[in-house]
């Protein structure tokens, strides 16, 4: 009998295993542009992530203005 396979999220807590998702989508976009300087490339692409993760967050509240009410 074999035994079982973990999977990422069971050896990892939830926040290791968004953080592997994080590096991985930036190590791709740092393969597909292969940017000079690789610091600024890293800056900008975490900044239009934060960009985007804003724009979403306020469209749900304009959605949904009273999602943060107690």
């Not at 968004?18 to 989508?25: A, F, N, P, W």
Request: negative net charge; hydrophobic residues 35%.
């Amino acid at each position: 009998m074999e035994p079982e396979k973990s999977t990422l999220s069971d050896r990892h807590s939830e926040h290791e295993v968004e953080y592997v998702d994080i590096l991985s989508d930036l190590r791709e976009a740092v393969y597909r542009r292969r940017p000079t300087d690789i610091y600024q490339f890293c800056a900008t692409y975490f900044n239009q992530k934060l960009a985007e993760q804003r724009e979403g967050l306020l469209a749900l509240l304009k959605m949904h203005p009273n999602i943060l009410d107690p």
